[in-house]
T-cell receptor, first 115, second 114 residues
Framework: EPEVTQTPSHQVTQMGQEVILRCVPI?????FYWYRQILGQKVEFLVS????????KSEIFDDQFSVERPDGSNFTLKIRSTKLEDSAMYFC?????????????FGPGTRLTVL | GENVEQHPSTLSVQEGDSAVIKCTYS??????FPWYKQELGKGPQLIID?????GEKKDQRIAVTLNKTAKHFSLHITETQPEDSAVYFC?????????????FGQGTTLQVKP
């Protein structure tokens, strides 16, 4: 069964450093998302991406964040200058044909720890 | 914007009993309501979803009901088993002509006691 994959599974970084979280969405999906989950809290929407551009972003997704689909298979989230409060699980999700476009499938997540 | 409230935050049942988790949403335009199961250290896994043109959907021991008038939907798990123990999240989404972002509830930690 197709699945979303994410790397790395755990990333530790120093405050102020740049990190890039990587995702490989399900093949043929057209819509891509990043969510985050601070420990013990609900999953929060960060950004949606379709047709090589951002469809919507939340207030969390400020100028320190960016997303990119550098090739036909990867989808990345970059945090330019990490803060302590960026520590969280980051989930990538994808949706699209041949399934319903609103059915989102999540990856296993990347745990980001900012020291 | 859309807001989703989920209750209870924790639920403990005996193996074999039923479990019910309830969610309410605020935006009447929302038309897609998935439920996710999250096991420790893993990503949310879709277990069932329902669209606003349907009142009820069932998949083996899991069922979801939707009341559009009251803007609430519920997850029902029958004959619970220890492996059902996890955190369950409900979510709501506006029509996919929009961005498709999911707004999640706060989560329910379900414990099934053997």
């Amino acid at each position: 069964e197709p699945e979303v994959t994410q790397t790395p599974s755990h990333q530790v970084t120093q405050m102020g450093q740049e990190v890039i979280l990587r995702c490989v969405p399900i093949s043929n999906h057209l819509y891509f998302y990043w969510y985050r989950q601070i420990l013990g809290q609900k999953v929060e929407f960060l950004v949606s991406f379709y047709n090589n551009e951002i469809s919507e972003k939340s207030e969390i997704f400020d100028d320190q964040f960016s997303v990119e689909r550098p090739d036909g298979s990867n989808f990345t989230l970059k945090i330019r200058s990490t803060k302590l409060e960026d520590s969280a699980m980051y989930f990538c999700a994808s949706s699209g044909p041949p399934l319903y476009t609103d059915t989102q499938y999540f990856g296993p997540g990347t745990r980001l720890t900012v020291l | 914007g859309e807001n989703v409230e989920q209750h209870p935050s924790t639920l403990s049942v005996q193996e074999g009993d039923s479990a019910v988790i309830k969610c309410t949403y605020s935006d009447s335009a929302s038309n897609y309501f998935p439920w996710y199961k999250q096991e420790l250290g893993k990503g949310p896994q879709l277990i069932i979803d329902i669209r606003s043109n349907v009142g009820e959907k069932k998949d083996q021991r899991i069922a979801v009901t939707l009341n559009k008038t009251a803007k609430h939907f519920s997850l029902h798990i029958t004959e619970t088993q220890p492996e059902d123990s996890a955190v369950y999240f409900c979510a709501a989404s506006l029509p996919s002509g929009n961005t498709g972002k999911l707004i999640f509830g706060q989560g329910t930690t379900l414990q099934v006691k053997p």
